[in-house]
C-alpha cells in the first residue's frame, strides 16, 4: 500500500492533496477523519493525525471543533502553485538526467511529447 | 475515561545475585499503543511482570496513576497480562475461563468475546489442556481484549498462532482501540508485522532502557544513503554508522542520527538514495551495538 521511502503521514497527507487536485475534494467538503484513515490503513491514530497536522498547518484543511477537518478556501490553487514550482526540478530535470544517462537524444523526447500531447488531447 | 498513567522510578528487579532490571524510569501516559522491544533476555517479562504486580520490585516504585502497585487490588484490576501460554487455569474449559475472566473484570465485554471466539473459531466446551499451542495463544488474544481492561498487556502473545491469526489480532488491536482507548502494551520480536500500530517504542537492552521514543521521532533517527562511495563517505562523515555495504563503487551506509539541513541538501543535489531505516533494522542495529564490539 505504502511506498517505504516516505513516513506514512507524508503519504496520506499527499494522498489527501492529490484528491483536492482531482477535484474529488472541494472547498468545504469534510474530509475523512483520522479514525477512518487509522482503521483503512491499520496505522496508528497518532501517526494518521501527525498527516492532517502538516495539512492544517500548511492551510489546505481546517478543523471545525467538534465536527471534523474540511478542504480551505483556495487549497487546490496553494498545492497547485507549490507542485508548479517544484515540477521542472523533481519531474523534468530527472527524466532530462535519465534521457542522458542512457543516450535518447533530444530531438526523440521533444517529438514522443508532441505526439502524446496530440494523443491526448483529441 | 483515560488510562491511567504508569510511571516506574528507579526501578531495580533482582533475582539472587543476578540483576534482571537495573534504575528502570520510564512515563506511559495513559490511551497509547506501545511497543516494548528487547532481545531475549533483556527483561521484558520480568519488568511487565513488575507493572501488573505478578511479583514486587527489589528497589523503587512502580505506580498505576499515583498508586503503587503492588499488592494493591484497585491497581492491579486495572491490568490485564496476557502471555503466549498459561493464562488460564487449563483443566477448566474454554467457556468457563471465560466466564472466571468476565467475573473479575469490571469492563469485560461477553459480546466482544463471543466474535473473538468465533473469529478464532475456538471452540467453548473442550478443555484447554486439550487445545493446541495457536488455540491457546488466541484464547489469550480473545481474554485479554475482551477484558477492555484500562492497561492491556500482550507479552509475546501472539507465539503459536499462525501468521493469517496474527494479522486478525493486530487489526482487532486496532480497531477495538479506536473504539474503546486505552494503554495496550505489546512486546513482541515479529516487529515489522506491527510496527504500524504503534504510536512509542521501549526498547530494553541488559536490563535497562536503551530508549524510548514514538514511533515518528524514532523513524527519522536513521536512514540508509546509497550512491557513489565518495560522496556517501562523505555525508557520513561526523555520523554514527550503524552498518555499510559496499558493491563495486556503490556504497550504502546506515546512519543513526537526524541529518543536518547541508547533508539533506547535498544528498539532494547529488541525486543520491536516501531510505528511512525500519524499525525492524533500526533495533537490530542498536541492540546489537550495545554487546560491545
Known amino acids: ?122 | 475515561m483515560t488510562a491511567p498513567d504508569i510511571t516506574m522510578e528507579q526501578m531495580s528487579l533482582k533475582y539472587d545475585s543476578v540483576t534482571a532490571l537495573e534504575d528502570i524510569t520510564l512515563r506511559l501516559t495513559g490511551d497509547k499503543i506501545y511497543a516494548l522491544l528487547g532481545r531475549n533476555g533483556s527483561g521484558k517479562t520480568s519488568m511487565l511482570s513488575v507493572l501488573s504486580s505478578f511479583r514486587p520490585a527489589t528497589s523503587g516504585s512502580v505506580k498505576i496513576g499515583t498508586e503503587e502497585v503492588f499488592d494493591n487490588e484497585r491497581a492491579t484490576l486495572q491490568i490485564c497480562f496476557i502471555r503466549d501460554d498459561k493464562n488460564v487455569y487449563e483443566e477448566e474449559t474454554a467457556k468457563d475461563a471465560l466466564a472466571f475472566a468476565a467475573n473479575f473484570r469490571p469492563n469485560w465485554d461477553n459480546a466482544y468475546a463471543d466474535r473473538l471466539m468465533n473469529m478464532f473459531q475456538l471452540p467453548y466446551n473442550k478443555r484447554v489442556n486439550t487445545f493446541s499451542r495457536g488455540m491457546k495463544s488466541a484464547l489469550g488474544v480473545v481474554m485479554g481484549l475482551a477484558s477492555r481492561a484500562p492497561i492491556t498487556i500482550f507479552d509475546e502473545a501472539y507465539l503459536g498462532m499462525d501468521a493469517p491469526s496474527r494479522y486478525q489480532f493486530y487489526e482487532e488491536v486496532l480497531r477495538d482501540y479506536i473504539e474503546h482507548p486505552r494503554t495496550i502494551i505489546l512486546s513482541t520480536h515479529l516487529i515489522e508485522e506491527v510496527e504500524s500500530l504503534f504510536e512509542e517504542v521501549i526498547i530494553l537492552d541488559q536490563g535497562k532502557i536503551l530508549m524510548h521514543e514514538t514511533l515518528e521521532a524514532l523513524s527519522q533517527q536513521g536512514v540508509t544513503v546509497t550512491g557513489p562511495a565518495e560522496h556517501v563517505d562523505a555525508i557520513a562523515q561526523g555520523m554514527t554508522a550503524l552498518g555499510e555495504k559496499q558493491l563495486g563503487s556503490t556504497k550504502s551506509v546506515t546512519l543513526f542520527g537526524i541529518l543536518s539541513p547541508e547533508a539533506r541538501e547535498s544528498i539532494k543535489q547529488l541525486n543520491l538514495e536516501i531510505e528511512p531505516i525500519g524499525l525492524q533494522d533500526l533495533f537490530v542495529h542498536l541492540t546489537k551495538k550495545q554487546k560491545g564490539v
Open chain 1, 1 to 122: 500500500m505504502f511506498d517505504e521511502r516516505s513516513p506514512i503521514y507524508l503519504q496520506i497527507a499527499g494522498q489527501i492533496k492529490d484528491q483536492i487536485v482531482r477535484g474529488e475534494l472541494q472547498e468545504d467538503e469534510q474530509v475523512m477523519s483520522t479514525n477512518q484513515y487509522a482503521s483503512f490503513y491499520r496505522i496508528n491514530p497518532a501517526t494518521a493525525a501527525k498527516g492532517f497536522q502538516q495539512l492544517t498547518d500548511d492551510k489546505i484543511l481546517y478543523k471545525k471543533r467538534g465536527i471534523g477537518m474540511f478542504v480551505s478556501q483556495g487549497a487546490r490553487e496553494r498545492i497547485i502553485a507549490d507542485r508548479r514550482e517544484r515540477f521542472f526540478q523533481e519531474k523534468v530535470d530527472v527524466m532530462m538526467a535519465e534521457a542522458r544517462a542512457i543516450g535518447i537524444p533530444w530531438d526523440e523526447l521533444m517529438d514522443y511529447i508532441k505526439q502524446r500531447e496530440g494523443a491526448d488531447s483529441q
